[in-house]
C-alpha cells in the first residue's frame, strides 16, 4: 500500500511538469502565391438580336442571323464542338400607347448567345470579325484561359508554401523562438485572374486583341509547432 502510495506521488508530481512541456505553443502563417502564363485558350459570348412584328417573324429571324453567324464560324475553322448556345429568348417589345394611357405591345425581339472557345489565339481576332460580318450584333465578353491550369496550380502551390515558410521563419525568429513540426496545411481560395500585359494579335485581323497573361493564385494556412 506504501508503495502504491509513493508511486501516486510521485505520478501527481510529474504530471503538471509534462503537461506544461507538451503545451508548447503554436505559429499559424498564410501564405500566398501567383504564377502567370501566356493563355492559350480564349472563350468568346456573342449573341444576335433581331425584331419583327410578330413573334414567328423575330424569331426567323433570329434563326437566320445565327445559321449565317455559325456557317461563317465554321468556314472560320471553328470545329463545331467549340460552338455552343448558351441563351435564347423571345419578348414583346412593350410601349405606351398615344393616350399615355396603358402599354401595349408593339413587335418582338429575339435573342440568341453563342460561347465560342478559341484554341488558336492568332485567329481570335479574325473569327470575331467573321461573325460581326454575318450577322452578330451583340458582344456579351472575351475571356483569355488555359487549356489544362494544373501545372501552373501546382506551380503556384508551392510558391505558396514556400511564402508561408519563409514568413513563419522571420516570425519564429523575431520571437525567439524555433520552428518544429507542421500541425496542419489547409489551402485556400485561389482561381485564374487576367493580368493587364499586352499580346500582340495577328497582324490581318480585323479586330486586334490583347491576351495578355493569365495569373493563377494559390494560398495555404500552415500551423507550425514551436519547439519548446
Known amino acids: 500500500m506504501r508503495l502504491l502510495i509513493a508511486y501516486a506521488v510521485i505520478a ?3 504530471w503538471p511538469m509534462a503537461a506544461f512541456a507538451d503545451a508548447s505553443g503554436t505559429l499559424t502563417v498564410t501564405g500566398t502565391a501567383t504564377v502567370n502564363a501566356a493563355p492559350d ?8 438580336t433581331t425584331t419583327g412584328a410578330t413573334a414567328a417573324v423575330a424569331m426567323g429571324a433570329n434563326n437566320d442571323a445565327a445559321s449565317a453567324v ?15 448556345t448558351t441563351g435564347l429568348s423571345l419578348n414583346p417589345n ?3 400607347n398615344a393616350a399615355g394611357t396603358a402599354q401595349e405591345i408593339q413587335g418582338y425581339t429575339a435573342s440568341s ?4 472557345r478559341i484554341d488558336a489565339l492568332d485567329a481570335a481576332g479574325a473569327i470575331l470579325d467573321a461573325a460581326i460580318a454575318d450577322g452578330a450584333n451583340t458582344l456579351n465578353g472575351l475571356t483569355f484561359g488555359l487549356t489544362d491550369p494544373r501545372p501552373l496550380e501546382d506551380d503556384a502551390r508551392k510558391a505558396a508554401v514556400a511564402d508561408a515558410l519563409a514568413r513563419a521563419q522571420v ?3 523575431a520571437a525567439g ?15 485564374q485572374q487576367p493580368m ?6 495577328a497582324a490581318d485581323s480585323a479586330v486586334p486583341l490583347a491576351a495578355g497573361e493569365v495569373g493563377v493564385s494559390a494560398e495555404v494556412t500552415i500551423v507550425w509547432q514551436l519547439k519548446p
Do not use: H
Not at 455559325?70 to 455552343?84: N, Y
Not at 448567345?113 to 465560342?116: D, E, I, R
Not at 523562438?177 to 482561381?191: A, D
Open 12 to 14: 501527481a508530481f510529474l
Open 41 to 48: 485558350q480564349a472563350t468568346l459570348s456573342l449573341g444576335v
Open 70 to 84: 455559325i456557317a461563317r464560324l465554321i468556314a472560320a475553322k471553328v470545329a463545331e464542338r467549340d460552338m455552343q
Open 94 to 96: 412593350w410601349v405606351m
Open 113 to 116: 448567345t453563342l460561347t465560342v
Open 171 to 173: 516570425l519564429a525568429q
Open 177 to 191: 523562438e524555433t520552428l518544429g513540426p507542421i500541425v496542419s496545411i489547409t489551402e485556400g481560395s485561389g482561381g
Open 196 to 201: 493587364p500585359m499586352l499580346f500582340k494579335a
